[in-house]
C-alpha cells in the first residue's frame, strides 16, 4: 500500500511548482490503483540490464525541465552515440541502439540559495530500438523505473503509447530529443543558439492553431472567460496522454500565451484531461528586460490506472513570473 501511494504522491508532485491553490474534487489518497507498478521489471527489461550506463555510455546532453525542476542527463550506448555522430543531418538508430535518461529532481545549494544541485535520483528512463519487436510504436521500446528500480503505476501499455506520442514530436530526428552537446569547444556556437531560437519560435506557431471558443467542448468553455478564440495545441502529444502530460506542457502553453497575446488550451484527444493557460501581464517588479505576467491555469487530469472514470478535477492555479517574452 505505502508503495501505491508513493507512485501517486509522485506523479502528482510534478504540478507543484504551480500550484498555489489545488483543490483536487476527490481524496486522492483514498483511490485504489488497479495496477500498482512497483514491479522490478517492464516489458522483459530489469535497471540491472543496462549496467553502470552513466559511467561508461556517451554523455549526450543536459537538460533542465522547468516544469519538473528536474536536471536531465542522457546517454547513448556505443551503437546510439555511433549512429548519432555519423547521420547528423538525417538521424536513423539501427537496431541495439539505447538511449538512457536519469532525471534527478533538485534543490537550493544551503551555502549558495542560487545555486540548485542534485537531489536524488528520480527516475531512469530508456529508449530500446528493435524496428519489428516495437514496430506499434516506430521501432523504439520505453522503459521507466524510479530510483529503487521498480516500475510506476499505471497501465503499461498506455504509459508507453503516452512516451512515443510525445517523443513523436521529435520525429524529424528520429524520435530522439537528444542531440549531442558540444561540452568541449565553443565552434559556431552563437550560430547555433541564433538558429535554435528561430526555429523554436517557428515551430511554436505550427504547434498552436487559432480555435475559437465556441468550438471547444463545454468543460473547457465555461473556463474561457474574457476571449473568443485561443491558442490550440494541435500535435502528435494530443494522441496518449497520461497524468504528467497535462502538467509537462504548461510551460510551453506559457510562452505560447504570451506570445499571442491570448489563453492557450492542451486537450488531450479523450477530451477529458486539458491546461488551460491564460498569461496576463501584471505590475510585479522583474529584472531588467524581463516583463511581468499572471499566468492562471485551469486543468483536469486523471488519476493513473483509473484513466477515463476517476479525475483531479479543475485545479484552479495562479502564478506570478517574469519573462523575457513580449
Ligand atoms: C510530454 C512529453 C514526453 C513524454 C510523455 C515522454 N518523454 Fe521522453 N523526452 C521528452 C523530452 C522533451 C526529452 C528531452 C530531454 C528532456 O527534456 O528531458 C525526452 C528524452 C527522453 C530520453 C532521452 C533520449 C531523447 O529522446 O532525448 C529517453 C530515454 C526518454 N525520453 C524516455 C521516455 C520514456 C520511457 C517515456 C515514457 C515513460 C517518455 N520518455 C515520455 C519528452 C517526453
Known sequence: MSLKIAGLSLVLTCSISYAVDTKPTQDVSKVE???????PEMIGYHLEDFGPFAETWKMVTVRYREDSGEMRMTYANPIAAKAMAEKRDKYDYPDGSIFAKIGIKTERDPLFASSIVPSGAKRFQFM???????????????????????TFPGDVHANIQACHACHKVAESRDYVF????DFNSQ????????????????????????????????????????????????GPIREATFSGTVDEIVPMLVIESIRANKPALFLAKNEKEFSLVSAIKSDQKCADSMKPYYVNLYQTMQVPAYRGSQEISYRVVQKSFCHSGR
Open 128 to 150: 530500446i530500438r528493435d524496428k519489428k519487436k516495437y514496430a506499434d510504436t516506430d521501432g523504439w521500446g520505453y522503459v521507466l523505473f524510479d530510483s529503487q528500480g521498480l
Open 178 to 181: 537528444s542531440e549531442q552537446a
Open 187 to 234: 565552434k559556431n556556437m552563437f550560430k547555433e543558439i541564433k538558429e535554435r531560437r528561430e526555429k523554436l519560435q517557428q515551430g511554436m506557431k505550427d504547434s498552436f492553431q487559432l480555435r475559437e471558443k465556441k468550438n471547444l467542448p463545454k468543460l473547457v468553455r465555461k473556463y474561457v472567460k474574457k476571449s473568443n478564440d485561443l491558442r490550440f495545441y494541435e
Open 33 to 39: 490503483i488497479t495496477e500498482p507498478g512497483g514491479k
